[in-house]
Structure formats: structure tokens, C-alpha cells
């Protein structure tokens, strides 16, 4: 070990940036192993608004009403840390940020979108 | 490496900036009401703006972590969510009040009817949100909004007796009706520290790609900037007590503000007055539309921000169009703008520790901020104003009720 890391301040709750630069979620619950034999260690990344519902009374409410998706991320594609988490790949192809591929259909439709 | 040119033209847009429909408001009521007690009321939010805009400033510059990125970081999902409603909710209000306030200066202008202007002004809102690049909104706004300084010379040409004004910057009970005294402190204050301010700013230090290096333009910019911006305050306030304090006329209506400018200089003074009010009150409709779509979009890890085309954040997009359309629903309902304006400005209060205090926090984080985290100055200015922005925060509803909303 070398020093100890706030997972809760440092990780949880951050933004998620993939490989091109792109703003695609938070990381909104983390999923942790090895709690019971001693060694415990981030698996992976969860997000998306099913996540939600392992975040309090709010977040579970939250999580019930909007019903959306739950994308898990292995820790193994994280790039590195700064005050964003960075992902070794694109939000397409780890099956994020589709809320904002849905609603760039329709800002497209009006003139002008690309300005 | 950014010239001493730019600089100074961000300089110049901020101090422009830095006025908006509650300001107006406020200051002018306050005039009116209590002639010159209340500048130090002023120089406290002033001092509340600065300190926060450089911290939020400062944090974006360092980590590229906005306003509603700390938030949420430091209040975790659930509480974090009470605090982007209530700072939507509050920021609806702000957006609501200003779309109003253009339509009112528009009336003053034009002479057609109110409603008309509520839709042509959305409408032109809209348009420029959608057309214009960030920068140019920043600048084009705050350098039209400078005409507000025909304030500052109606306010000499008033011929206010400048002892008074300068007993005015000593903080005091105040002689008249003490509710109402303490309910324009609260509004005053208020007005300075109105929370989209902070949310803009740091968003628009993220959108412009600030640096550890643009930390001497950060702090420039919210010393001189705000500094200035609040002058621009003491002017309406000065002019205010001038000339309507004396013949005890209320403010109760935009035009009465323009008539303290057109009273000592003339159809021009009044012409100015319109032209600066119209650009403030546009660029505030416009910052808080932003705000508010910034807030949710940095809330939620949507993609944000008026750099990239408007497709490119789409759901960034939709949100402040919806944010505009339900301002103008609140508007068109005919509810008195200036009750509004008065109501944005009293919840904003409410509303501000909840994003005040995860600020202070990701300020201190020496993870997060390196060398660049708060020094005892920073600290002792962030505990300060924090203390006061709770005991305001807690104060705020109460007066408003046993004032009267300031009527008495």
C-alpha cells in the first residue's frame, strides 16, 4: 500500500470521460470484491440510473421511477484518474452515453444544430 | 499567453455583467426607501461574490471540476439531488424574472403591449442562445450593459449629500421600519451572490479551457470585475435616494429606475438607462437559462457546454430551451415580474449553502487542488461569508413575511 485513497471522495460520484474526450455519465456506484476474504479491490464501475438505487432512499425512488439502464464498466478499463474518471475506450463501444445519442436526433432536426 | 487587452475586455464584460433584474431591484428599493443606509449591505455581497466566484474559479481552472461536479462529489447522489432541485427551481424563478424584465424594458422602449414583448423576447433569447458563440454572449452583453454606468452619472449630477453616502458604507440598525431594514439586507446581499453567477462562471472557466495558468486572469477578473460591477450598485442606490427618497416615490416599477437617470440628464440619460438595463437584464436571462442547463447536464454526467455545436451536448441543449420555455410560462401567466424578481432573489438565499459549502470543501481538497487549494485567506473569507450566507439563508423567509415584502 502505498497511501491510502478515498474511494468515496475520489472515485464515487465522478464524472466519466471516455477515450475521445467525451462527458458520458457518472460513476454513480461502485462494485467492490474481495470484501470477505480480506483483500478488497473496485471490480467495476457502475452507471447508469439503475445504478442509482444502491445510493440512499432518494436514489433508490430515483432508480424505480425512471427504470433506465444499468451499464457495468470492469475497473480494467480505466485509463486514470484526475478529477474525472478516463476510460481506456470509446462511450460507444462500452454502451454509454445513448441518452445523449437519443437526444442529439432530435436537437439535429432543427437548422442551424451544427453551429 | 493572454494579452492585457483581453483581459481587460473580460474585465469590462463582467463589470457589465455583474448587474441583473434583482440588482436593479433591490438597489433602487433600497434608495428609495432608506436613502443611502444600505450601501454597506452591498460591499458585504460583493465581498461574498468574490470570494466564491474565485474559489469556483480557481477549482474549475485546477481539476476542470465545475460548480454541480463538487455538488455532487461532496453531497453524494441524495443530497446532492435536493440541492440541484432547489437551485433549479430557485434559478426557474431568476430566469422567469428576467424574461419579464425584458419585456418590461422593452414596453418602455416600444410602447406594445406586454405580453407581445414576453413572446418577441423569449423568442430573441432563444435565438441568440442557440446562434451565438459563447464568448461573443459573454462579451456583447456585458459591453451594452456598461451603459448602466449613466447611473453613476445621474447619481453625481444628483448632488447627493455625500457625507450621508459615505456614513451609508458603515454597517448600522438602520432608522424606519427594522423588518424591512433587515429584509433589503437580505435582498441586497442576495442580489450580489445570486447563485447562477457562480454556476456560470465556473462552467464558462471549464468551456474556455482554463489553466493552472489563468489563475491571475480568474482572480482579476472577480476582484476587479465584481468589484466594479458593484459600484455600478452603489449608483442606482445613490440615485435612487437622490431624487426618490426626497418625494417619496415608491419603486415599485422599472420605469421609475429609468426615470432616476432621465430626472438629471435628459432623454439621453433615460435612452442609456433603457439600452444598459435591457442588455443586463438580457445577458442575466441568458446566463441563468445556461446555469440552470449546466447545473442538471454536470449533475448527471451528461455531456454540456455551449463549445461544442448544439447537437454535440444535445440534451445540454434541450434543457435550457426547456428552461427559457418554462420561465416564460411562469411570465405569461401576468404574475408582477418584480414579485418574482423579489422571490428569486429571497429562495436564492435559501438555496445558497447547499452549493456554498461542497464548494469550500473541494477548495480545500489538497487531492483534488495540489498547491493550488484554499490559504488561510481563502478560508477565512469562505468561513465568513459562509457563516453569513446561513444566517441570511435562515433569516430570509421569516423577513419576508414580517416585512411585508419590504412594503412594511
Known amino acids: 500500500m502505498s497511501s491510502a485513497f478515498d474511494l468515496g471522495l475520489g472515485v464515487l460520484d465522478h464524472p466519466l470521460v471516455d477515450s475521445e474526450g ?94 | 499567453v493572454k494579452s ?73 447522489f441524495g443530497v446532492g439531488l435536493i440541492a440541484l432541485v432547489a437551485a433549479e427551481l430557485v434559478n426557474l424563478l431568476t430566469i422567469a424574472a428576467e424574461i419579464g424584465g425584458v419585456a418590461i424594458v422593452l414596453q418602455l422602449l416600444s410602447g406594445l403591449p406586454y405580453r407581445l414583448l414576453l413572446v418577441l423576447a423569449v423568442l430573441a433569447l432563444a435565438l441568440v442562445l442557440w446562434l451565438m458563440p459563447f464568448q461573443w454572449i459573454e462579451r456583447v452583453f456585458g459591453y451594452c450593459g456598461l451603459a448602466l454606468l449613466v447611473f453613476a452619472v445621474a447619481a453625481i449630477k444628483l448632488h447627493p449629500d455625500w457625507g450621508a453616502v459615505a456614513h451609508g458604507f458603515v454597517p448600522s440598525t438602520g432608522s424606519g421600519n427594522g423588518w424591512v431594514y433587515a429584509y433589503f439586507v437580505v435582498g441586497l446581499v442576495g442580489a450580489a451572490m445570486i447563485p447562477y453567477e457562480v454556476y456560470f462562471y465556473s462552467s464558462g472557466a471549464v468551456e474556455e479551457q482554463w489553466t493552472a495558468k489563468d489563475l491571475g486572469v480568474n482572480r ?33 416599477l422599472l420605469g421609475t429606475v429609468a426615470l432616476v437617470a432621465e430626472a438629471p440628464l435628459g432623454q439621453i440619460g433615460l435612452i442609456l438607462a433603457l439600452v444598459g438595463a435591457l442588455a443586463a437584464i438580457s445577458g442575466a ?100 461569508y459562509l457563516l453569513v450566507v446561513f444566517v441570511i439563508a435562515v433569516a430570509a423567509v421569516p423577513l419576508l413575511l414580517l416585512s411585508n415584502m419590504g412594503q412594511g
Open chain 1, 22 to 115: 467525451r462527458r458520458c455519465g457518472k460513476v454513480d456506484d461502485l462494485e467492490l470484491e474481495g470484501v470477505r476474504d480480506g483483500n478488497p479491490r473496485v471490480a467495476a464501475i457502475l452507471t447508469g440510473p439503475s445504478a442509482w438505487s444502491g445510493r440512499g432512499r432518494i436514489g433508490r425512488v430515483l432508480a424505480a421511477v425512471v427504470r433506465g439502464r444499468l451499464v457495468r464498466i470492469p475497473w480494467s478499463e480505466v485509463d486514470g484518474l484526475d478529477s474525472a474518471v478516463h476510460l481506456r475506450k470509446t462511450a460507444k463501444e462500452l454502451g454509454l452515453g445513448r441518452g445523449d445519442d437519443r437526444a442529439a436526433k432530435l436537437v439535429e432536426r432543427i437548422p442551424g444544430s451544427s453551429l
Open chain 2, 4 to 76: 492585457v487587452f483581453s483581459i481587460a475586455l473580460g474585465i469590462l464584460a463582467a463589470i457589465g455583467g455583474f448587474v441583473d433584474i434583482g440588482d436593479i431591484v433591490f438597489n433602487v428599493a433600497a434608495g428609495a426607501t432608506f436613502g443611502y443606509q444600505l450601501l454597506w449591505a452591498v460591499v458585504v455581497g460583493v465581498g461574498g461574490i468574490i470570494t466564491y466566484a474565485e474559489m469556483c474559479g480557481r477549482v474549475a481552472a485546477v481539476s476542470g471540476a465545475a460548480v454541480f461536479d463538487a455538488v455532487r462529489e461532496r453531497l453524494g
Open chain 2, 220 to 252: 482579476a477578473n472577480v476582484l476587479v470585475g465584481y468589484s466594479l460591477g458593484g459600484v455600478l450598485s452603489f449608483a442606482l442606490m445613490i440615485s435612487a435616494g437622490a431624487l426618490l427618497l426626497p418625494q417619496g416615490i415608491q419603486a415599485e
Open chain 2, 285 to 384: 436571462a441568458i446566463d441563468s437559462s445556461f446555469s440552470g442547463a449546466y447545473s442538471i447536464a454536470q449533475f448527471f454526467g451528461w455531456e454540456w457546454g455551449k463549445y461544442r455545436h448544439n447537437s454535440g451536448a444535445p440534451r445540454f441543449t434541450l434543457a435550457w430551451m426547456v428552461m427559457l420555455v418554462l420561465g416564460f410560462l411562469i411570465v405569461v401567466t401576468g404574475v408582477d415580474p418584480i414579485l418574482v424578481t423579489e422571490l428569486s432573489v429571497i429562495f436564492s438565499v435559501v438555496a445558497l449553502p447547499l452549493t456554498y459549502v461542497p464548494i469550500l470543501l473541494v477548495a480545500n481538497d489538497r487531492a483534488y487542488m495540489g498547491r493550488y487549494a484554499n490559504g488561510r485567506f481563502a478560508n477565512l473569507a469562505g468561513g465568513f
